[in-house]
C-alpha cells in the first residue's frame, strides 16, 4: 500500500514538474520520495537551485516561507496548512523594533525558525549549521541573537571574540529535555556517544560528544567509528539512522523528543499536494519579501 502510493508521487512529481524538498525530520517513506532532504541551510541553498516550476516543502511553515522568498517565481505549497514551528512566533517585530532601539550598535542575527516579518527586521538569518560560522564571518562585534536561547548560548561559548545579547525563546521539544534525560541514556547506553542537536538546554550540550544540526548529527553517525549513539533531536533521527546503518544502533535520548508539528505531514498529505487538494500554497506580500530576503540572501553569503 505504501509502495503504491509513493509510485503514485513519483509519477504525478514527473509529470507535473515538482520538486519534493523533505526537512531531515520527515519520515522514511517520504524521504525516500523526496528529490533532497536535509537540514534547514541545506533546503533553502537546494531550493534556490532546483530547476522546477513547483516545491512541495515537506517540513514547516518559515521553512516554505523561507523557499518562497528565495524563489519568488515559483509554486511553493507548505505539505500541510497547520504545520508551524512554535518558536517562530514566540516574538513579534514591535519587540525586535524595541530592543534595536534600545541597542543600536547590536546587529540583530535571526534563527531561520522565524516568521517573514521577524526576518524582515533581522540584519542576518541563521541556521543551526550555520550560526557560527557567520557570526564569526559578519563585520559587526555586538550581536542581538533571536529568538533561540539555547542555540544562542552554543554560538556565543563557540564566538568569544565577539559581545552577545540573547533573548528567551526556543524549541518546546528540544528545550524540555533536561541534564538527567542526558544522564539516564548515558548510564543506559554507557558505550554510546551522545550526539545534540544546539537547541538543546546548555547542561545537555555540555554532556553531549557532538553538537550539530540535523545534518550534522546524522554525517557525524554515518562517518564515525563508534557502534552505538543516543540521538539528541527530534527521535524520526533515530528512524533514519537506524535505517542507513543496520549495523550500529541508535537510541533516542528521550521518548519526549517529538515535535507535533514535523510528525503533522504525512505521505497521503504529499500525494494529496500533487493532486492539487492538499497542503497550502505560501503566498506573501511583496514588499515583506523583498525587506525578508536580504537577510536570508546574507546567510547563504556567509554560510555557504
Ligand atoms: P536544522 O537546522 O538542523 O534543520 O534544525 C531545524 C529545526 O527546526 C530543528 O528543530
Ligand atoms: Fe520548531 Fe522545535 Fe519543531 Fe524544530 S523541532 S520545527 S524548532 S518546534
Given at each position: ?16 514538474d ?17 528529490d ?21 516543502m ?9 523557499i ?10 507548505l505539505?500541510h496548512?497547520?504545520?508551524g ?5 514566540q ?10 532601539k534600545?541597542y ?7 534563527y ?18 550555520s ?83 540535523t ?11 563508534a ?7 527530534e527521535?524520526?533521527?533515530v ?54 530576503v ?11
Open positions: 500500500m505504501i509502495k503504491d502510493i509513493q509510485e503514485k508521487i513519483l509519477r504525478l512529481k514527473a509529470e507535473k515538482v520538486c519534493i524538498l523533505a526537512h531531515s525530520y520527515m519520515s522514511e517513506e517520504i524521504c525516500e520520495v523526496s533532497f532532504t536535509g537540514d534547514s541551510f541545506a533546503l533553502a541553498v537546494r531550493a534556490k537551485s532546483a530547476p522546477q516550476g513547483t516545491v512541495i515537506c517540513g514547516v511553515r518559515f521553512m516554505a516561507e523561507t518562497k522568498m528565495l524563489a519568488p517565481q515559483k509554486r511553493v505549497i505539505s496548512p497547520d504545520a514551528c512554535p518558536m517562530a512566533e516574538m513579534d517585530k514591535a519587540e525586535i523594533e524595541q530592543l534595536k534600545l543600536p550598535d547590536y546587529a540583530v542575527v535571526a531561520v525558525n522565524t516568521t517573514a516579518q521577524l526576518k524582515s527586521v533581522a540584519d542576518v538569518c541563521v541556521t543551526s549549521s550560526a557560527v560560522k557567520i557570526c564569526r564571518a559578519i563585520p559587526q562585534k555586538n550581536i542581538l541573537f533571536i529568538p533561540d536561547i539555547n542555540l544562542g548560548t552554543y554560538v556565543k561559548n563557540q564566538v568569544p571574540e565577539k559581545n552577545f545579547k540573547l533573548v528567551s525563546g526556543g524549541c518546546p521539544a528540544h528545550a524540555k529535555i533536561c541534564k538527567e534525560d542526558a544522564e539516564r541514556a548515558k548510564k543506559a547506553h554507557p558505550e554510546a556517544l551522545l550526539l545534540v542537536h544546539p537547541e538543546c538546554r546548555p547542561e545537555v550540550v555540555e554532556l553531549a560528544d557532538y553538537v550539530g544540526s545534518s550534522g548529527i546524522t554525517d557525524f553517525a554515518i562517518k564515525s567509528d557502534r552505538e549513539f543516543i540521538i539528541g533531536t527521535n524520526s533521527i528512524q533514519h539512522l537506524q535505517v542507513s546503518c543496520p549495523d550500529k544502533r541508535f537510541y533516542p535520548l528521550s521518548k519526549d523528543l517529538l515535535c507535533a508539528n514535523m510528525k503533522l505531514t504525512t505521505l497521503t498529505d504529499v500525494m494529496r499536494c500533487l493532486e492539487g487538494c492538499g497542503g497550502e500554497e505560501i503566498v506573501l506580500d511583496e514588499t515583506l519579501r523583498l525587506q525578508a536580504k537577510s536570508i540572501d546574507r546567510m547563504i553569503r556567509y554560510g555557504g
